[in-house]
């Protein structure tokens, strides 16, 4: 595909905690950074998301007495996976990765802000009501299809991808510039099932040599 005026990059919590080393790595996560600044050049458009979690946070295991990181509770928006404490507000681990090229990006959507409410879509929070302001953003710009990479691909990527889609958006996941957590307690893995959800939502895959 040739990226046109209608056409926009959404890069997805590529950030330090999610790195090796980070607070939740993503398995390979430092290995998104090269593909997606390859492909930048090709899109006029370009937006990043980033985790801004409080102190605290309800998506956060330390805030549940006696559970466990990757447990799953069910709050008043839904069920929640648990989650190592990550991405804080200010600190290193929130801050994008090392090498990340964010100069070409018009557009910094900052999610989980709300202590009680978390929030893996760029579009929309955890308890499925809550915009973020993002479809808005596009449209005014005369966005028409929303091409995603970045982290984590069975967690902020499928969710971002399936709330474009509801929102009225073409929605692309470039398979080379995105990497999975797979959490091992869920039937299957994560991986899978968010692969096999995209698909049948009408979520595209391509390559970054679909976007030379």
């Known amino acids: 595909m040739i990226p046109g005026p209608a056409d926009l990059l959404l890069v997805v919590d590529v950030q330090v ?31 990043l998301t980033q985790d801004w979690h409080p102190p605290g946070h309800v998506s956060f295991a330390t805030r549940h007495s006696g559970r466990a990181p990757y447990e799953t509770i069910t709050l008043t928006a839904g069920e929640q996976t ?46 499925r009501t809550t915009r973020t302001g993002l479809a808005g953003a596009l449209a005014e710009r005369g966005i028409r299809r929303v091409v995603l990479c970045g982290l984590a691909t069975d967690f902020c990527v499928m969710w971002s ?20 957590i797979d959490v091992p307690s869920l ?23 679909d976007l030379a």
């Open 17 to 47: 905690d999610f790195l090796p080393g980070g607070a939740l790595p993503v398995p390979d996560g430092d290995a998104v950074v090269r593909p997606i600044n390859a492909i930048q050049g090709a899109f006029r458009h370009v937006a």
């Open 82 to 127: 648990l989650w190592p404490d990550h991405c804080v507000q200010g600190t290193p681990g929130a801050g994008f990765a090392p090498g990340l090229d964010t100069s070409r990006a018009a557009l910094v959507v900052r999610k989980g802000l709300t202590p009680d409410l978390d929030s893996y879509s760029a579009f929309l929070e955890a308890d």
């Open 161 to 180: 991808a399936l709330d474009a889609r509801e929102a009225g958006f073409e929605a692309l996941v470039v398979e080379d510039a995105v990497a999975g």
């Open 187 to 209: 039937a299957g893995g994560s991986l899978l099932a968010a692969w096999a959800r995209m698909e049948a939502a009408g979520i595209g895959r391509i390559t970054v040599a």
